[in-house]
């Protein structure tokens, strides 16, 4: 089999470490949506069940944290983010710190979420940190207004049909640029 037809490994990101928290209902229904095809092999990475100190972080990233494996045998990333005081969590910001090359040369695509905005400044911020790691972030995203409103009694997250369709868009536009950038990795590898 070619890497070309691989599934492509797609680490979905859960950006909030709040309690109580809708994130990881965010994150397992944007993972069901990406299982649905055998395109993508799917990988949870919660941070809320990450150990991540302010104080280890070293200059060009720790390959020996706990995801950083996870984060490098990833061809794109979905990162499931809230928006705080109009910007995104700090322990994202503290993962997306303790890493470096496990992010280069990937796609990143977001899902965000929020009260009135659904997340989209939390987006607008991360889209300048990735490009510093040279990630290319996609333009489509999924963007949730209230999203704990639509939870079930199981904590089963009921986005809708327009939010699914948002999710498989993103996914695709995803898969394209994972394809093409995990080819150009292989053919050719950047040095920064």
């Known amino acids: 089999m070619t890497e070309q037809a691989l ?29 649905r095809t055998t395109e993508h092999k799917l990988d949870v990475i919660d941070l809320a ?6 104080a280890d972080t ?53 899902v965000s979420y929020g009260a009135g905005s659904g997340g989209v400044r939390a987006v607008e911020h991360l889209r300048l940190v990735f490009a510093e790691l040279h990630a290319a972030t996609t333009r ?21 049909p327009g939010a699914e369709r948002a999710a498989e868009v993103a996914l695709r536009e995803l898969t394209w640029w994972g394809g093409a950038l995990r080819a150009a990795r292989t053919a050719g590898p950047f040095e920064a």
């Open 7 to 35: 599934p492509l490994t797609v680490a979905v990101i859960v950006g909030s470490v709040r309690r109580p928290r809708v994130g990881r209902a965010v994150a397992e229904w944007f993972a069901g949506i990406g299982a």
């Open 49 to 54: 069940e990450v150990d991540l100190p302010l």
């Open 58 to 110: 070293r200059p060009g990233g720790c390959h020996d944290s706990p995801i950083a494996g996870r984060l490098a045998a990833a061809d794109a990333f979905a990162v499931v983010t809230p928006e705080y005081n109009h910007s995104y969590p700090a322990a994202l910001k503290n993962a997306i710190d303790w890493h470096y090359r496990e992010w280069m040369f990937k796609p990143v695509a977001f």
């Open 140 to 160: 489509h995203a999924v963007v949730l207004s209230a999203p704990w409103e639509r939870l079930g009694p199981r904590g089963v997250l009921d986005a809708g």
